[in-house]
Nanobody, 122 residues
């Protein structure tokens, strides 16, 4: 069992930066790939970023590539999402999730956090 708690979401102006954190419990955290997802009002949940168990590989949605960076600290059992040059269209609830094996994608994640709200004002 893995429990995930996101934090760091808040209201920010366009062009600003935020760092989201996802704190995990569970003994095998360092073995799992992690994903960040978001869901804007009235829209489907979508993939944002993924990071391998070691942090050595990262993947990003085209919409955030070059602006967002994911990293992890396995000793602290925490994954981060650094978000720069934020745009109003980045407004959403951001979730982290665990994938024990296989590809990180909206369908198939094993555990989800409850999310943290990011609002980007224009």
């Amino acid at each position: 069992q893995v429990q995930l708690v996101e934090s760091g979401g808040r209201l920010v102006q366009a062009g600003g930066s935020l760092r989201l954190s996802c704190a995990a419990s569970g003994r095998s955290f360092s073995s799992y790939s992690m994903g960040w997802f978001r869901q804007a009002p009235g829209k489907e949940r979508e993939f944002v970023a993924a990071i391998s168990w070691s942090g050595g590989s990262t993947y990003y949605a085209d919409s955030v590539k070059g602006r967002f960076t994911s990293s992890r600290d396995n000793a602290k059992k925490t994954v981060y999402l650094q978000m720069n040059s934020l745009k109003p269209e980045d407004t959403a609830v951001y979730y982290c999730a665990v994938r024990r094996s296989g590809v990180v994608a909206v369908d198939g994640m094993d555990y989800w956090g409850k999310g943290t709200l990011v609002i980007v004002s224009s």
